[in-house]
């Protein structure tokens, strides 16, 4: 049975996971224990990981374990917990590669103009989550999504993860969340990469997790379809974004709160 978003307009989605497919043991843990809490909490999880990281600072960064083990991986954690997969690609010839394993197929927020990418993305048939770059204006999404449509492919869902702000900084504009609803598809926002601080001195990216739940907050306030929260066991020895994740056992009590708030909300 295919992959189905559901019923996100009550509700809200999860996309959640790892940045970076590390070992299997990292990844086992975080699937099995966002599984328990979301099943308990009522909230449609699709677990996010990247097999292959390309959008890195430093070419002495993590990039991944290798693409087929990577992506092994994350079959197994899709079979063993019956959980969608999320996860990057950023050339064209990787779209049916990674749609062999997973449900929807992200495009990078550097690469959200690429139309050979976007096609490719499309003809797999599966989700297309285009993350917002950081360059582009909310009204400017609505092209990127017309490419996937206009593949033949209407299963579009758009995220904003904030907009440049000076060298580095990023700051989301929540106007962006209606604007780009107007469109018709489901809009995330991503939390945890709008509170990333990029292009620092050292090659690594810092962060600011302690403002993730208000974040968090903020767009289920304005009523957003779906977050993105990458999360970690020890995002200190993480290997990719770790100053901006969420520690894992935080998630559960940051989920409790966010549904008490959806179910307060009237739209």
């Not at 559901?6 to 940045?19: H, M, Q, R, T, V």
């Not at 379809?225 to 066991?233: A, Q, R, S, Y």
């Not at 559960?252 to 307060?264: D, G, P």
Request: hydrophobic fraction near 40%.
């Amino acid at each position: 049975m295919s992959f189905v978003l559901k019923n996100y307009e009550d509700s809200f989605f999860l996309i959640a996971g790892p940045c970076v497919v590390e070992n299997e043991e990292i990844t086992f843990q975080t699937a099995s224990y966002l599984k328990k809490v979301c099943d308990k909490l009522g909230i449609q999880l699709i677990f996010k990981s990247s097999y292959r990281k390309a959008n890195r600072s430093s070419d002495n960064s993590f990039t991944g374990l290798g693409d087929q083990k990577a992506l092994d991986i994350l079959k197994q954690i899709k079979n063993e917990f019956s959980l969608p997969i999320c996860t990057d690609i950023h050339l064209p010839e990787e779209a049916v590669f990674a749609s062999q394993v997973a449900d929807i197929v992200q495009i990078p927020a550097f690469l959200c103009r690429q139309t050979d990418l976007l096609i490719a993305a499309a003809k797999t048939g599966k989700y297309v989550n285009i993350k917002k770059g950081q360059f582009l204006s909310p009204d400017a999404m609505e092209f990127a999504a017309k490419k996937i449509v206009n593949a033949g492919n209407g299963k579009v869902i758009l995220t904003e993860r904030g907009t440049t702000f000076g060298y580095q900084d990023l700051v989301v504009d929540f106007r962006g969340i209606p604007k780009m609803k107007q469109f018709g598809y489901p809009v995330v926002l991503d939390v945890t990469h709008s509170l990333q601080q990029p292009n620092q001195k050292s090659g690594v990216s810092g962060g600011q997790p302690d403002m993730i739940e208000y974040m968090a907050k903020a767009g289920i306030a304005v009523g957003v379809n779906g977050l993105f929260i990458e999360t970690h066991p020890n995002p200190v020895i993480a290997k990719s974004d770790g100053a901006n994740m969420l520690k894992l056992e935080l998630i559960e009590q940051l989920l409790i709160k966010l549904v008490k708030l959806k179910k307060s909300l009237v739209f």
